[in-house]
């Protein structure tokens, strides 16, 4: 922080805007690599794309302490961030789910999801729609989420979710070992992509839909 005072107010801009810049870019190329072929094994890309995902914060965080509060004012006045009393818990709670639910399909996933068993399937599908939002609504009761901001709720609690099984996604078979596409089950990874949708699906829904409890005659 010392240095940082050392720094004269024009040279600390113009740093403060490269840093910026850069953690711009890094973000591009962590959305990109996962699409750019190179000679790197599945768990070493992924490696590089996280280590390329934090640097691109640690130079957000270092250009926002550069530029001070005025620029920081004037990107929040481009940036439109719904404010909730619920927002932190709901957000936390989905990052709490997505890494529980993921490490029981580590484990236990081939015997939930088995391509060709389709009674098992149509199970699976059914009970996370179920699940889901039977989760949801006692969410919602426990944070008292009125009606109108359930949608929000429901929006906070499936991002980050939806953000991390884009990678689990595209690295299946390291990430999940014990559901790998083989000749014998060549739609394991298609399946288990149907089966998350399926999921987001009817959290996105429990806020949307409000079931009513009809009202009784007089």
């Not at 591009?28 to 590089?48: D, H, M, N, S």
């Not at 995902?53 to 001070?68: D, H, I, P, R, T």
């Not at 068993?117 to 889901?132: D, E």
């Amino acid at each position: 922080m010392q240095t940082l005072n050392r720094l004269s107010p024009k040279t600390s801009k113009r740093l403060g805007v490269i840093l910026f810049v850069v953690s711009c870019l890094t973000l591009v190329a962590a959305l990109t690599l996962p699409f750019v072929t190179l000679p790197l094994a599945g768990t070493a890309r992924a490696g590089l794309i996280t280590g390329i995902a934090v640097l691109g914060e640690l130079a957000f965080a270092a250009s926002v302490a550069l530029l001070g509060k005025e620029y920081v004012n004037k990107i929040k006045a481009y940036v439109v961030v719904p404010v909730a009393p619920f927002r932190s818990f709901f957000l936390g709670a989905g990052v709490v789910v997505w890494a529980v639910a993921t490490l029981l399909l580590r484990f236990v996933g081939q015997y939930l999801l088995v391509p060709g068993n389709t009674p098992l399937t149509i199970a699976a599908f059914v009970g996370v729609a179920i699940g889901m939002v039977l989760l949801m609504n006692i969410l919602y009761r426990t944070r008292h989420v009125r009606e109108s901001e359930k949608l929000l709720a429901a929006t906070l609690f499936a991002l980050p979710g939806m953000l991390f099984d884009a990678g689990t996604l595209f690295f299946f078979t390291d990430v999940f070992p014990n559901m790998p596409a083989s000749a014998v089950r060549p739609e394991a990874d298609s399946l288990f992509a149907a089966w998350l949708f399926c999921g987001y699906s009817f959290i996105i829904l429990s806020g949307l839909i409000t079931i009513r409890k009809p009202n009784r005659p007089a």
